[in-house]
């Protein structure tokens, strides 16, 4: 896997841009027009799942990220994707997260019944196995993981959909007067939609019960998934101890 596959697009890359934490992002030229080419180590499945979901998403109007094929016609090649560019500046205030939270909804609504992204866990599969791509409950100390698990379970019985997994960071939407336009779709999977609708200001307009069930289990989902590092710790701390008789 490496940057010699762009060649498979005609493309030159421009600079780095932000990117997952499991991927290398740059600009790039594809004749005279900006796009975003992607490299990381996801298997073909995964990629495969990826594109599925960006193109359902993009037919029903969503403003995401779509594929560009290569001269023959692939959407991916050796690791690497080459996506269109969106322009958008990040929310700024409630209104715009409002904005954010009715898209993420109309993401939820779209994909009711979505297969899971393969190799990955939602947040109720964690209460009954320890491993789900990135996290590792063995790692985490087992008072830690019985708190994750408490908060989990306040979900149960919820359906599930895809949800986009990292809404809440600024830089993953990209807004303009008339749509909003989610990117960075490293953290899509499915699970339970109100784990998407925890966002700055209350946009998602979670209250009582609800709200906290869903800031617990977003806490306890954060504090596995970067489990050991101080973020992880921080979002831990969130996560209320459990009770005992």
């Known amino acids: 896997m490496s940057w010699?596959?762009?060649t498979l697009w005609d493309a030159t890359r421009i600079k780095p841009l932000t990117g997952g934490s499991s991927n290398d992002v740059w600009s790039v030229d594809i004749g005279g027009k900006v796009a975003v080419a992607r490299l990381g180590k996801r298997s073909d499945d995964d990629l495969g799942w990826e594109v599925s979901l960006m193109e359902h998403l993009d037919r029903a109007g969503l403003t995401v990220p779509v594929p560009i094929p290569t001269r023959d016609g692939r959407s991916f090649a050796h690791g690497l994707m080459v996506m269109s560019?969106?322009?958008?500046?990040s929310p700024k205030d409630a209104s715009d997260w409002r904005r954010v939270a009715e898209t993420l909804r109309e993401l939820h609504r779209l994909t009711a019944n979505w297969p899971q992204r393969p190799g990955w866990k939602a947040s109720l599969d964690l209460l009954r196995t320890d491993h789900g791509t990135?996290?590792?409950?063995?790692a985490m100390p087992t008072e830690a993981v019985e708190r994750c698990r408490a908060a989990w379970a306040r979900l149960a019985g919820r359906n599930m959909c895809v949800v986009h997994g990292n809404p809440n960071n600024p830089a993953n939407i990209l807004m303009t007067g008339d749509r909003v336009g989610l990117v960075d779709w490293d953290e899509a999977h499915v699970d339970v939609p109100l784990l998407d609708l925890v966002l700055p200001f209350n946009g998602g307009a979670l209250e009582g019960a609800e709200g906290d069930a869903a800031a617990q289990a977003s806490a306890a989902w954060e504090a596995a998934v970067c489990w050991k590092d101080d973020y992880a710790e921080n979002r831990?701390?969130?996560?209320?101890a459990v009770s005992t008789p």
């Open 4 to 6: 010699d596959a762009l």
């Open 85 to 89: 560019f969106i322009e958008g500046s």
């Open 134 to 138: 990135r996290i590792d409950l063995t």
């Open 236 to 240: 831990l701390a969130e996560v209320r």
